[in-house]
């Protein structure tokens, strides 16, 4: 497989195409097809739906020539779902057999991913311990927690981010002290900003999450979930002394959320991706809830009590989905029947191979957690000239011939897409 070796200047090159070319998949991965990739993540979900339940499970991974999809498109999916360095370590154990043909690939995935988790492990002790140092207290959210504890191994579960939640009346002093290491802000949201090492460096891979690609640390002043921007938001609060448990990192004290807290935020965070969620968020969901499942009542009650069961929906849904036998059925209908009639009908059309939409945006999509004439109006401003990464995109750019084409079909016909079958 050729651009398993594309050198970094290229990925970066794709990348920068991607962000400001619209959003195309295929100015990442070439000549990849809405069918095979289709087909690819189809493939992987039957391969979660045999392998997660059980570390005793086997299974062959199809050959493209007895599959619908290629394998570029298999290539695309595995690095978009997030679940190749997953398919990697079943492949190593074991478990999981594979054409020749991809052997290097899942090897690649799976020994990066191991670099790369080792990497951010590494930094992830220091900063705790310059936190400690502060009398900062963080609490660590999401993959840096749950692949160290619930995935296979962690390079397992790759990470971009080091996610961390502040104390609101610390968050300066922690902002301080990562300006002081040469960070610098990357992103910032009301609750939320993203801080980027001074050699973060460029992309440098866009068929595995390599070693060398870019991190963050995210700096989190709560774990309420805007569900989009200027959407509907989930509020969950720290409300219980047992909803944080302490967790040693290396040595390195933190704590973590504990169960049923954990739980609702995987779920929530789960739908909030939606139509573009990558399979291991849900893989993600299913490992927590088959190891953490203690009492239905007792998540559906906190659920409820938030106000929040409704937007876990999407995220429950996907999860039973993937591994049926996963989410308990009442849990599953409180949640559908607190849905809104519109999230509903968007997540009972889905499945985990059709919520990773990247070949097709719509209106509809893109209002699936708002409302109202001003939540429309924001949303077809923000199509016709885009925001990214903190910038407006320049004028040349948002106003090109071939985004321009496509943001017409976008608000007159309602769906944008880069189709080719």
Known sequence: MDELHLSADEAQRRVER????????????????ESGFAASLAELARLCRLLLPSSDSRATLAHPRDAAYDGPSFAAAAFASGLGPLLGHWHERGRLDVPN?????????????????????????????????????????????????????????????????????????????????????SGQLEDRATWTPADAGIVASVMFNHEDS????????????????????????????????????????????APPLLLCHLAVHCASHLPQLSMLRVAELVLV????????????????????????????????????????????????ARSSAKVRR????????????????????????????????????AAIWPVVEGTRLPFREAFAPSRFRRLLRLLVAGTISWRRR
């Not at 991607?18 to 097809?33: A, K, M, N, Q, V």
């Not at 239905?296 to 929040?308: K, M, N, P, Q």
């Not at 097709?360 to 429309?376: E, T, Y």
Request: aromatic letters at 6%; proline letters at 6%.
């Open 18 to 33: 991607y962000i400001h070319g619209g959003s195309d998949p295929r100015s990442l991965w070439g000549e990849i097809t």
């Open 101 to 185: 043909e991809f052997s290097e690939l899942l090897r690649a995935h799976l020994q990066h991913g191991r670099l790369r988790a080792a990497r951010l492990r590494t930094q992830l002790v220091s900063l705790l311990h310059r936190f400690r140092s502060r009398g900062i207290d963080a609490v660590i959210l999401k993959g840096m927690h749950t692949g160290w504890e619930y995935f296979p191994e962690p390079g397992t579960r790759p990470c971009n981010d080091i996610d961390l939640l502040i104390p609101a009346a610390q968050l300066a002093s922690a902002a301080g002290l990562l300006a002081a290491d040469g960070f610098s802000v």
């Open 214 to 257: 870019p991190w963050a640390v995210d700096l989190h002043g709560t774990i309420d979930r805007d569900m989009s921007p200027g959407g509907a938001r989930a509020r969950f609060g720290l409300r219980h002394a047992d909803d944080l448990r302490a967790w040693d990192v290396d040595g390195a004290p933190a704590r973590v959320l």
């Open 289 to 336: 809830l088959r190891r953490d499942w203690t009492d239905e009542a007792v998540l559906i009650e906190r659920l409820e009590r938030e106000g929040t069961i409704g937007l876990a929906y999407g995220g429950l849904k996907l999860a039973e989905d993937l591994v049926p036998g996963t989410v308990p059925p009442l849990l599953l209908a409180r949640a559908r």
């Open 346 to 381: 968007f997540v009972d059309a889905l499945d985990p191979v059709g919520a990773h939409q990247l070949f097709n945006r719509s209106m509809a999509d893109r209002l699936l957690w708002k409302s109202g004439p001003r939540a429309l109006l924001s949303t077809v401003g």
